[in-house]
């Protein structure tokens, strides 16, 4: 897929396919069984060769634009079919699945089956006594590397970077010039983008939080993670935030964002250049923040929604839907914030006319 992720088979061909993931037969008829997969992708990025899925609704636009050779699809939206792909490109061929979010999560793992195992061996640079650098990593001019740092393979550290005790960048990710990474920090399938600060105990790159439900066993199916996390330039991440990589799309901090301590970002999200974040808010994955956005502390942000340009959200409040370009919201849920106090305003009045109605 990239340099970060190498595959253990070539291909599989469709036979091989349906008899993996135990699909229909009969539904998947139409398909020429001697024909071959390579790789696994998001609809955005797949192309020739390559398999993905449709599981959500929301996703329609991208199955329809989309240039993956192959796609999984569920029966209702098989179904649907000559309804919502009028404008279907012919070139990429249905493959129905019960489920398929589960079936592209065990075709990932059989294309890429030590993912999530972890690289121990390095092969030691003797120009960096206190540190664990790989002889294959590419270090730029003036970088300091503190101890007991660990350096993998294929690494690329830009002129002027600093990189505090007791970090970790793992194999192929790149760090970009003039950016300031402080101790005991992990960074993994990613790249880092120039004059950036990464604080203490900042964690990029671990595989996101992706399940699915095995149909026979009744039993959690972990998701294969094969996208990264790019961090655009002049990007800051407070102390102890968790930045999830892709599934099988890329994690994107674009230029100038600002994230406070403690805020979790999920797998395949995205937040738009200049947008403010403080602290212990979550957004969970597959869900897009627009440039310019003001987000209060400790909120929580609903997967697979789209938040607009200048969006001023306040603290603690529970976002469950899309919000359009300069709204500002607030509550729990998230409401226009003079709805919100209205509602405030009319619960206070209840509770004067009725001040014995909790006894």
Known sequence: MNRFFSKAVDFIDIKSLIHLLDLDQEKNSHLDKTQKIYNVSSLQDAGN??????????????????????????????KNYNEIAK?????????IAKDPYTSIAKLANYFYPNVNNPVILINKNPNFPFANVDITAQIGQNVQIGHGVTIEKNVTIEDNVIISHGSFIGHGCNINKNTVIYENTSIRYATIGS???????????????????????????????????????NVEIGANSCIDRGSFDTTDIHDNVKLDNLIQVGHNAKIGQSSVIAAQTAIAGSTSIGMGCMIGGQVGIAGHIKIGNFVQIGGKAGVISNIQDNEKVAGHPALPVFSWLKINAMLKKMIKKHPNNDK
């Open 195 to 233: 004059n950036c600060i990464i604080h203490s105990g900042v964690k990029i790159g671990q595989d996101g939080f992706g399940f699915a439900i095995d149909d026979k066993t009744k039993s959690l199916f972990k998701i294969t993670h094969l996208g990264i996390v790019k961090i655009g330039n």
């Open 87 to 95: 404008n279907y490109n012919e070139k990429t061929k249905i493959i």
């Open 49 to 78: 060769g390559d398999i993905s899925f449709l599981q959500n609704k929301k996703y329609y636009h991208s199955f329809l634009e989309t240039k993956s050779e192959f796609c999984l699809v569920s029966d209702e939206i098989a």
